[in-house]
């Protein structure tokens, strides 16, 4: 694993502010940890975080699993096999320059959709479309989170955090198959994923508390805020 103590260390305070981030929102994790994981050391991203994102998506239903909307996780789903087989052939054709690219375009492309306020109707068709999109980034750049916030922009609270939180289980589970399946995970994505699970841990247990006494808003300009700086050095590195 070549990667130092000290990036170690660095890495896990990231990752325990994105769970905790992720526990109260719904969603920030990879939005917020993968960029700035990627400038610590490209070794510590963005394998480990999708590896990591699976017990907090568990732990996201389990707490909340009252509020999940089933009415669109279906079609959202079906959209992601056809936008992960896109993803295994970009990621097949992609240098270290073209990845920090495509993940600084996606975190600030992210940033732009989350804070326009744009809402999403809810149609099979969208719902489908929104799939695929999410199926290629999370591929690629495990951040498949904004394109299906959108779509419930105009919930609140347990309904956001438990759905996006199934959403995001079997997404993902169907991303690490893919990328299993293509070769694209190492005995090092795994070793870190695995040696930073006490941080996600720590922050998801923390956000139980902080999503009772911090606003979503709050939080969610503080995620937008970070991940728009890291990505915008990301995009500086590759040029």
Do not use: C
Not at 75 to 95: E, H, Y
């Amino acid at each position: 694993m070549d990667v130092e103590l000290i990036e170690l260390a660095a890495a896990f305070v990231v990752v325990a502010f994105a769970a905790a981030a992720q526990g109260t929102v719904g969603m920030g994790f990879n939005i917020l940890a993968v960029p700035v994981m990627a400038l610590i050391n490209p070794a510590l991203a963005p394998v480990p975080q999708l590896i990591l994102s699976l017990p907090l998506t568990i732990g996201s239903v389990a707490r909340e699993r009252a509020g999940v909307d089933r009415s669109g996780v279906f079609w959202i789903l079906m959209g992601r096999f056809p936008g992960a087989a896109i993803g295994v052939w970009l990621l097949s054709i992609a240098t270290d320059r073209s990845l920090d690219l495509f993940i600084g375009s996606m975190v600030l492309g992210a940033v732009l959709m989350l804070a326009s306020g744009i809402r999403l109707v809810r149609t099979r068709s969208v719902e489908f479309a929104t799939g695929v999109f999410a199926g290629i980034s999370s591929y690629v750049a495990t951040i498949g989170g904004p394109p299906v916030a959108l779509l419930y922009s105009k919930d609140e609270g347990a309904t956001v955090r438990a759905t996006l939180g199934l959403i995001f289980l079997l997404g993902s589970t169907i991303t690490l198959l893919a990328r299993t399946v293509a070769g694209d995970i190492t005995g090092s994505d795994v070793v870190i994923g695995v040696s930073l699970f006490p941080a996600a841990a720590i922050g998801f247990a923390f956000s139980s508390r902080l999503k009772e006494r911090v606003t979503a808003r709050h939080l969610r300009v503080a995620i937008l805020s970070l991940s728009s700086v890291a990505a915008v050095a990301l995009l500086s590195r590759a040029i």
